[in-house]
């Protein structure tokens, strides 16, 4: 079965910020968080620490321990491992998802990228991002921007990379 985050929706967040987390997200969260104890819920890990984006990232255990795996294999010292290690583990925190299927956002990493009473989820295949309402669509997607500069009546499916073909 394929593991992805799909789908874009927005939930209300209340005054201690709590936020559900989309069902199907959930499934997949729990899919790949398998070696937890019976009767623990999944957890995933909320990346916060890129300044330049308004909105954070969460990763399944599965993908984030991909990703350590990938990290523990760089060499000591070099720094995009330093880089990396700030973003996966000192600018990131697993969070656990309660019996109603909540996440709770502190109010400090509300605050930073302006979510107030409602949080947006947005699917991302092995991620998914979180963000205000209000962040700028151009902000959290490149969608708009990547069909624009694609040639009249060439599908998005042109651009997978066994499709990609030399501009004429």
């Known amino acids: 079965m394929e593991h992805r985050f799909r789908g874009t929706s927005t939930h209300r967040v209340d005054a201690k910020g709590r936020v559900s987390i989309p069902a199907d997200?959930?499934?997949?969260?729990?899919?790949?968080?398998?070696?937890?104890?019976?009767g623990v819920n999944p957890r995933l890990v909320l990346c916060f620490g890129d300044a330049r984006v308004p909105?954070?990232?969460?990763?399944?255990?599965?993908?984030?321990?991909?990703?350590?795996?990938?990290?523990?294999?760089?060499?000591?010292?070099?720094?995009?491992r330093e880089a990396l290690e700030d973003y996966f583990y000192s600018q990131a925190e697993t969070i656990g998802i309660d019996d109603s299927g909540r996440l709770i956002?502190?109010?400090?990493?509300?605050?930073?990228?302006?979510?107030?009473?409602?949080?947006?989820?947005?699917?991302?295949?092995k991620t998914f991002r979180i963000y205000s309402p209000a962040a700028?669509?151009?902000?959290?997607?490149?969608?708009?921007?990547?069909?624009?500069e694609l040639p009249e009546g060439r599908p998005i499916t042109s651009l997978l990379p066994k499709k990609r073909r030399p501009e004429a």
Do not use: N, W
């Not at 109010?107 to 295949?125: C, T, Y």
């Open 136 to 148: 700028p669509q151009e902000a959290t997607s490149r969608l708009g921007q990547v069909l624009g």
């Open 25 to 38: 997200f959930r499934r997949v969260l729990d899919a790949c968080d398998p070696g937890r104890e019976a």
């Open 55 to 80: 909105y954070y990232t969460a990763y399944s255990v599965e993908a984030v321990t991909e990703i350590s795996d990938m990290i523990d294999e760089m060499d000591e010292g070099d720094p995009h």
């Open 105 to 125: 956002l502190k109010a400090d990493l509300r605050e930073r990228i302006g979510i107030a009473s409602e949080a947006v989820f947005a699917g991302k295949g």
